[in-house]
């Protein structure tokens, strides 16, 4: 099996001068054929929801990387952004939300903004999105990238993502950007009834990283799929720490 590369995301240079309206759909327009091509190859990988290919031929990746990496973003690899992380790869995101299965008015909660690319891409499908970032930081660089590519509408918080976002929950989907021993808790309470999670889980005794896909039915049972190999950043903060104990 091939073990794909993924892990968080920040986005592009602080201070950057946001483009009007207009210069974006310009962008949008000249990066076309390479998003188009770049739909093609996930399609021909094995992405067959219509409205995931969609989103990848709408969203400007390239808003969201460094502006000197922008002729690479629409390989379908990881790349660096500082901050030790990545934004990732393209046919990680694209399985992941597939996985999702995500409908047009659904409430979403992300755990890892990173780049905020994840968060476009469910935006554009139709999803109401909700997304917590660690690091203060690569939220406001989000924020940004957001912004300036027409999702301004995601909601984002910098916090710990392990305890998810009660105050917004129940949650429909969650997908979370970031590997973990094992699934937090708090994240299956805000799955709603019918609900998917999506994230990767680390075999702590091989070291081994799985997409796990949970659903939860409607009387709240859970049962877990352990589907793709993937390579993902770890996730901080209170999942790291339960961890190391």
Not at 141 to 165: E, F, H, I, M, T
Not at 182 to 205: C, K, N, T, W, Y
Not at 208 to 215: A, F, R, T
Request: hydrophobic share 45%; charged share 20%.
């Amino acid at each position: 099996m091939v073990v794909l590369t993924l892990a968080l995301a920040p986005v592009a240079c602080r201070g950057q001068s946001v483009p009007t309206n207009a210069a974006v759909e310009n962008m949008k327009d000249h990066q076309q054929p390479s998003r188009e091509a770049l739909a093609s190859s996930l399609a021909a990988e094995g992405i067959r929801n219509a409205e995931v290919l969609r989103a990848v031929r709408t969203v400007p990746r390239h808003q969201f990387v460094p502006p000197d990496l922008a002729s690479e973003a629409y390989d379908d690899r990881p790349l660096p952004i500082g901050a030790s992380q990545t934004i990732s790869q393209p046919f990680v995101v694209a399985y992941m939300t597939e996985a999702l299965h995500v409908s047009r008015g659904d409430r979403v909660l992300e755990i890892g903004t990173g780049s905020g690319y994840q968060a476009a891409i469910l935006a554009e499908i139709g999803a109401e999105v909700f997304s917590v970032e660690i690091i203060a930081e690569l939220s406001e660089n989000a924020r940004a990238a957001l912004d300036r590519s027409g999702y301004g509408r995601v909601k984002l918080r910098v916090g710990d993502g392990y305890a998810g976002w009660p105050s917004e929950a129940p949650f429909k989907g969650i997908i979370v950007t970031a590997a973990a021993g094992h699934i937090p808790a708090p994240l299956i309470e805000q799955l709603a009834p019918l609900g998917r999670l999506v994230m990767p889980v680390e075999d702590v005794a091989t070291g081994h990283q799985w997409i796990v896909v949970v659903e939860k039915d409607a009387d709240g049972e859970v049962s877990e799929q352990r589907t793709l190999p993937v390579r993902f950043v770890p996730m901080t903060g209170e999942a790291q720490r339960g961890e190391l104990h």
